[in-house]
């Protein structure tokens, strides 16, 4: 399907040889990087147009209309209009393996020779070995440990340059190109409706809020400051007169599960009106959003399309989504069908 | 001198009943409340007016005008115009006592018979036994445990509407007035004004973030999401099926001194253009900002106005500003002189 969408993998690629090649940060590249031109019809003309009329995309429309519409019983000061989003498998792609793990796991074994002790050490053992099944096997913790802690010793504007021009060459395995194309059109649709209607749209991740910093402004149009992520230990020094930030080799937070929740009180303030995630992992993310008195809209993008993406449930390691369909129903919240609901899946 | 801003003890008052009172959370009650009306002439008339003509306010004026007018070689996009502000000393008033250490020392001797081992173990013995000094005397890392561990056990919510309770009608020891009323109105003015520049404005305090969010929105019109500020571990938890977070008894981060710039690395994901502090906790958030490329700039806030407010540097334990006294011209921060550069210093 045309989709008159910049090429992210321009964009990055433009953006990662800036950032390697000048004195300016990272982050200010980014900021002075060509602005998205927005790729949709204005609202008034088809709102959510990559969306397949149904009951998904109705319910998406009807609550912020209501939500945004003065004198309706539903009507949301604009203060209280947060809209929360997993990243991985809500945003973009996750499969066969989360992005991030798929850098962290190469960053290891290229860093392996500095760190005897990993050959025998889990989690960072299965990473050296190459065997993501035995690491994921460990759990989420383990997972997200080699995930985060990869490359300490990095400031974290030198980290997310890495990243970035790493996500400007590492191609997908299954669709052969770089990991920014994978991000669902629908949903980069569906931020910019809502952004339309004065919601602020958070990404709220298990994976490392730095990683995320290196696509949240290409990628998404979301702010580096609209990112609650898992951290790691980060330290303050100075030397030789110069101030420098420093990551360190220790988990400080993981917004995975039940850091999800935490994670949004502590860094919004405030209880989101909108959650939409992918898996088991974001049931406590919904949960918590859709417990609040007045309105509230939860969503789990369900991955049933095997033609377009891939299809992936209850036995998945990746993305498990089992107790969200089992509850769904009873919450009120929406399956969102990748089959049934999305006209198109990316962008090409 | 006569100043047109709501009352803040009007509004602190009749929002804290709201809370109290009502099924909402403080958090709604906050929004839903009567917006501040801007009592400052436009900036075309008579920009920074509660600053007396001289260095500051024209450093101020010149900066915000240079990074926001385009063309101009200091120009800066709008993603990178952050402006962070410590609390404490900086916004409002911190002497004889930090405020949130006036609530903490009170909750701690209402909670002492829930808690008969602070009798005996530091730093709870000596705020037991309402020994200001002696706390402090053992530091930050003690004094910044009883702030924010005090009230452990309750959700974020539910401590927020505490402490604004609190505040409508706890009042000042020396100026007995509630200590909402003592913010310094050219502060807040200054916030107004960078924020019609298209600056975000961010406040990075040592002290507790929820505690901080019971007053921001009223006091300085910064939402609940522009705080980076000390934390507590909090949980997540259902209980009866009805989803909670609940504030647990450990000190989870503390933005004092070198957490300020970590802090601000984790939250905000960008290095400010702007920062004003009034102590040595504040020295390294001003190294870290003003060592950036581009145009910077540091501003730290000297009491010396024993008329108005305080006068009180070097040699004391609330808000001591020795090093910064000392490096400030080296780093080319501005000494604001309360004194001197404030027309007024409260509103009334």
Redesign the interface.
């Known amino acids: 399907m045309d989709h008159p969408r910049i090429s992210r993998r321009r964009l990055l690629q433009g953006a990662g040889a800036l950032a390697a090649t000048s004195?300016?940060?990272w982050?200010?590249t980014?900021?002075?990087g060509t602005p998205i031109a927005s790729p949709f019809p204005s609202d008034s003309d088809t709102p959510l147009s990559l969306w397949a009329d149904g009951t998904v995309r109705t319910a998406l429309i009807d609550f912020v209309t209501a939500t945004t519409t003065e004198g309706d019983p539903s009507y949301l000061?604009p203060?209280?209009r947060i809209a929360v989003f997993d990243n991985d498998g809500t945003l973009w792609c996750e499969n066969p393996l989360y992005v991030q793990l798929v850098f962290a796991m190469e960053q290891v074994h290229a860093l392996f020779g500095q760190h005897p002790e990993w050959a025998s050490e889990e989690p960072f053992k299965s990473a050296v070995e190459g065997d993501a099944d035995s690491l994921l096997a460990q759990g989420d913790y383990a997972t997200l440990t080699v995930m985060n802690l990869s490359y300490a010793g990095l400031s974290?504007d030198k980290y997310i340059a890495i990243v970035a021009d790493w996500l400007a060459t590492a191609t997908h395995p299954t669709f052969g190109v770089p990991y920014p194309e994978l991000v669902y059109t629908p949903m980069v649709q569906l931020l910019d409706y809502l952004r339309a209607h004065d919601y602020?749209t958070w990404i709220v991740s298990g994976g490392g809020?730095?990683f995320i910093?290196a696509l949240s402004?290409p990628a998404y149009d979301i702010?580096?400051?609209q990112?609650v992520g898992s951290?790691i230990e980060?330290?303050?020094?100075?030397q030789d007169g110069?101030?420098k930030?420093t990551r360190i080799d220790q988990v400080?937070f993981i917004a995975n599960g039940?850091?999800k929740?935490?994670g949004i009180?502590?860094?919004?303030?405030?209880?989101p009106a909108l959650a939409f995630g992918n898996s088991d992992g974001d049931y406590?993310m919904l949960?918590?959003t859709t417990?609040g008195?007045?309105p509230r809209l939860g969503l789990l993008l369900h991955h049933d399309d095997a033609e377009r993406e891939f299809a992936y449930d209850r036995d998945s390691i990746i993305g498990r989504l089992d107790k969200g369909l089992d509850d769904a129903a009873a919450h009120g919240w929406h399956i969102v069908s990748m089959k049934n609901d999305f006209v198109e899946v990316f962008g090409s």
């Open positions: 004195g300016l940060g982050n200010a980014l900021a002075q000061d203060a209280e974290p602020q809020v730095e910093r402004e702010p580096l400051n990112i951290t980060t330290e303050f020094s100075v110069e101030p930030l400080d039940p850091g929740p935490v009180s502590h860094s919004i303030g405030r209880r406590q949960q918590y417990a008195d007045g």
